[in-house]
């Protein structure tokens, strides 16, 4: 049996071959390298904690007298952070729509919609929403049974809010 070795002819003909394709391939290449790692998706683990969902709440507060200029939504009495909605006109909006996404477990919660500036002093109200459930990869009434809210009717000085009751068991 033959064996090779790098004092070997057949040894350092292989090294030979192998530096050279080496030195071809980083001539062939034009010194720009691309390098785009990608993080990989890790599943929310907080979702899926028991007794844990996520709640996309929508409302809208409709004006009967005056004008609303700002509102916000709470979540057990804490504005979620994003959920602040602005009348685009400088006299204020004759309905402002609210939007907010939260992350809650199971027990008694909730959601306000918060007047933060209005045209007069004392405004009517009328408030209602949807609260659509996510648990996990499963969504929980999403189109066909989603939690209502109101309608219901409050006169409110600025930063006063409109509450709605909510109760999750697992």
């Given at each position: 049996?033959?064996?090779?070795?790098?004092?070997?002819?057949?040894?350092?003909?292989?090294?030979?071959?192998?530096?050279?394709?080496a030195?071809?391939?980083?001539?062939?290449?034009?010194?720009?390298?691309?390098?785009n790692?990608?993080?990989?998706?890790?599943?929310?683990?907080?979702?899926?904690?028991?007794?844990?969902r996520?709640?996309?709440?929508?409302?809208?507060?409709?004006?009967?007298?005056g004008?609303?200029?700002?509102?916000?939504v709470?979540y057990?009495?804490?504005?979620?952070?994003?959920?602040?909605?602005?009348?685009?006109?400088?006299?204020?909006?004759?309905?402002l729509?609210l939007?907010?996404?939260v992350?809650?477990a199971?027990?008694?919660?909730?959601?306000?919609?918060?007047?933060?500036?209005?045209s007069?002093?004392?405004?009517?109200?009328?408030?209602?929403?949807?609260?659509?459930?996510?648990?996990?990869?499963?969504?929980?009434?999403?189109?066909?049974m989603p939690?209502?809210?109101?309608?219901?009717?409050?006169?409110?000085?600025?930063?006063?809010?409109?509450?709605?009751?909510?109760?999750?068991?697992?």
């Amino acid at each position: 049996m033959r064996q090779a070795s790098f004092s070997s002819p057949d040894g350092r003909w292989v090294v030979v071959v192998l530096v050279g394709l080496a030195l071809g391939a980083l001539v062939g290449c034009d010194n720009s390298m691309n390098f785009n790692p990608v993080a990989p998706e890790w599943p929310d683990w907080q979702s899926n904690l028991p007794g844990t969902r996520t709640l996309e709440i929508d409302g809208v507060l409709q004006i009967q007298n005056g004008a609303c200029l700002e509102a916000t939504v709470l979540y057990d009495g804490h504005e979620v952070p994003g959920a602040r909605s602005r009348c685009p006109h400088p006299a204020g909006c004759a309905e402002l729509e609210l939007e907010a996404k939260v992350l809650t477990a199971t027990g008694h919660h909730t959601i306000s919609f918060q007047v933060v500036r209005q045209s007069q002093e004392v405004v009517d109200y009328r408030a209602e929403g949807t609260v659509v459930v996510h648990r996990g990869n499963l969504n929980l009434g999403l189109g066909d049974m989603p939690i209502r809210l109101g309608p219901s009717h409050a006169t409110l000085e600025a930063g006063g809010a409109v509450d709605f009751d909510i109760q999750f068991t697992n």
